[in-house]
């Protein structure tokens, strides 16, 4: 059953360009649903619309200057027709969200006792004592050690890793029914990485909750995903079972995403690939296809017009590619100019 839908959800920044009252788009026409359980990956490169998605889902952007449109539907409600009040009820209790820097994320006067407490006291009624009991079965949850002792440390004291863990707890604390974990193991090594990702996997199980995790690296999806979107440049330009984006990647963006990954069944090379150039400024994006001026396929009917969302036709139910010119084509491959 699906628990979470967003329909065409677009995101406008007013103000945004000096001398210039145009909107400034940083999401773009973007849908997607998830199930109960379910745990999709959402990919892409710094500024593709990743987080700016996941924090209009939550209403969680300034409420000045943005202009949200589109649908969010969750428990039958439309989120972006809530109050603020409504809203926060919805937070925590039935959309939880990991940040990716859990230094930030928690405040370094407040003991980490007090602060996983605090939402349970406030919105659920709980006591002082039944919250910290509460809190340091959370911790043991996340396998943290000795958890009734750290509830007393502060956030200083703790590991990256264990601050991690921490975040993951909190969000988890009202029982949300969707967890949205925003790069949650980018300032963390490998190993720690790994231990994180395969507790909120096993959390999402458990619990029964849908996952959305987003992250820049395809290789942090690859286990613990059901499905990918990958973004550019605010919108969706491909998405499909996980099996199905490694076995058969459609769009060219993929396609080189995946050759920047190291890979083991490779002969080791002292560089890997690079996708050349940067991707577009929201304030000038190119006319087109955003990715036809870094694109080595792109062809002359690329700058057109965007490309739909559409079935890639030689892979399996529910996998669409944002190109005309989908796989099988090499990424090293230079169409460009080739009558279309």
Not at 48 to 74: D, H, N, W, Y
Not at 175 to 202: G, H, W
Request: hydrophobic fraction near 40%.
């Amino acid at each position: 059953m699906t628990v979470l839908e967003v329909e065409h959800l677009k995101v406008a920044h007013r103000g945004q360009n000096q001398g210039d009252d145009t909107p400034l788009e940083t999401v773009r026409d973007v849908s997607f649903a998830v199930a109960a359980g379910e745990s999709l990956g959402v990919v892409g490169e710094s500024g593709c619309g990743k987080s700016q998605t996941m924090l209009a889902v939550l209403r969680m952007l300034a409420p000045t200057g943005v202009e949200i449109t589109g649908r969010v539907t969750f428990d039958g409600k439309d989120l972006t027709t809530l109050t603020p009040r409504q809203m926060r009820t919805i937070r925590g209790s039935g959309i939880g969200l990991v940040s990716q820097d859990a230094l930030s994320a928690l405040n370094p006067a407040m003991t980490i006792g007090r602060q996983m407490a605090e939402p349970l006291i406030h919105y659920d009624g709980f006591s002082r004592r039944a919250a910290a009991s509460r809190c340091a079965e959370l911790l043991d949850l996340v396998g943290l050690p000795a958890a009734r002792e750290r509830l007393r440390s502060y956030p200083h004291e703790l590991s990256g890793g264990m601050r991690q863990r921490v975040l993951i707890a909190m969000a988890i604390s009202r029982e949300p029914q969707v967890l949205i974990a925003d790069e949650p193991t980018t300032a963390l090594d490998v190993t720690i990485q790994s231990q994180v990702l395969q507790l909120i996997d096993r959390l999402r199980k458990d619990l029964r909750m849908a996952l959305i995790l987003i992250t820049h690296d395809l290789g942090v999806v690859a286990g613990v995903t059901d499905r990918i979107a990958v973004m550019y440049a605010g919108r969706i330009v491909e998405t499909a079972p996980t099996t199905a984006i490694f076995d058969n990647p459609g769009h060219p963006y993929t396609r080189a995403l995946m050759e920047s990954i190291p890979r083991m069944d490779r002969e080791r090379v002292e560089h890997l690939p690079a996708i050349p150039g940067f991707p577009p400024d929201p304030a000038a994006p190119p006319p087109g296809c955003a990715f036809q001026p870094r694109c080595s396929v792109a062809r002359a009917a690329c700058e057109d017009a965007v490309p739909d969302l559409l079935p890639l036709t030689s892979s399996a139910h529910g996998h669409l590619v944002r190109c005309p010119y989908p796989a099988p084509v090499p990424v090293g491959a230079d169409h460009r100019g080739e009558p279309s």
